[in-house]
């Protein structure tokens, strides 16, 4: 089934070109069946290469899936056309009386500043605290998860004395949780960040599990136990190009990074990197809205109760 969202977005055409089944807003509209509504709020500078990686994700479940996207603010980006923002973006205002199916809030790159900081930190609390009550369940990526275990359970990070950045080993730690059903023993995960979470306190918190981890990269799939909400604690949207590009960047900058891990064929930046978690980042995503979304949403969202997928 496809994804619905506008025809004019530049994510369309891209997806289109890889046989990727985007569905116009005018067709949708003439099927009888009533397609997931799933909000996304996006805090990455480049909005648009952030929408094209979520949406192919997305794009490979057998659900019809509707599309909207949230901005934090209405300020100009600077690497993201104004026009494109007000084209396809909603305010907050606009949506907060409103319930969805699902909502994924993106990382930023904000992960050297103290949470009280951030410009827009009263802002991404307010959004937090309303999706417990207006969303059957919300997935929290990388510096989002960070945040939302600082504000919803107290558990704070710490910044790392150098980044992690590659492509990861990772383990199961619960067979049989929905969420990872079709995965294997040991999959990879693209991680690039300075902060942590110290895996200890997840694990001694009552009210969060942890569901898949790594030794190098620490907890990755983290859900609290009425599975309202998932952490992911890595980046399995990233396109195969994005670690080295990020990489070429900070050596432009003279930043002198350290090379990937696990991502260069043979550890060479001259060569290709590895693509090694494609298929697992599709069964996230796709198990994610099955099992925590679909299983337990309501038909009607006006008339709005939480459930679990457990109930």
Not at 277 to 298: E, G, I, M
């Amino acid at each position: 089934m496809p994804i619905n969202i506008p025809d004019q977005m530049p994510a369309t055409d891209t997806l289109r070109r890889e046989n990727i089944f985007v569905m116009s807003e005018s067709r949708a509209s003439t099927q009888q069946i009533r397609p997931m509504k799933l909000l996304l709020l996006n805090l990455m500078p480049n909005k648009i290469e952030t929408e094209t990686q979520l949406l192919r994700l997305l794009s490979n479940t057998p659900l019809q899936v509707d599309v909207e996207f949230l901005r934090i603010h209405d300020k100009e980006s600077k690497s993201t056309p104004q026009r494109h923002m007000n084209s396809f973006y909603r305010d907050f205002d606009d949506i907060k009386d409103l319930n969805f199916d699902g909502l994924i809030i993106t990382g930023a790159p904000l992960g050297q500043i103290d949470f009280d900081d951030v410009s827009y930190w009263s802002d991404i609390k307010k959004i937090f605290d309303w999706s417990q009550k207006h969303v059957t369940s919300t997935l929290f990526l990388c510096w989002a998860a960070h945040a939302a275990f600082y504000h919803l359970f107290g558990i704070k990070r710490y910044i790392r004395d150098e980044k992690i950045s590659g492509v990861f080993k990772h383990y199961r730690r619960k067979i049989h949780d929905p969420l990872l059903r079709g995965f294997d023993d040991e999959f990879w995960v693209p991680h690039s960040r300075f902060a942590q979470i110290n895996i200890d306190d997840i694990t001694n918190h009552p009210e969060l599990e942890i569901l898949a981890d790594s030794p190098k990269a620490g907890a990755y799939v983290v859900v609290n136990k009425d599975r309202r909400n998932l952490f992911v604690l890595g980046h399995p949207e990233y396109n195969v190009t994005t670690l080295d590009d990020e990489y070429q960047r900070d050596l432009k900058a003279g930043l002198d990074p350290k090379i990937p891990q696990g991502y260069y064929n043979n550890n060479d930046p001259q060569e290709l990197p590895l693509a090694r978690w494609r298929s697992h980042a599709n069964l996230l995503l796709n198990n994610w809205l099955n099992y925590y979304v679909y299983q337990v949403t309501p038909y009607d969202l006006s008339d709005f109760e939480m459930m679990t997928p457990w109930e």
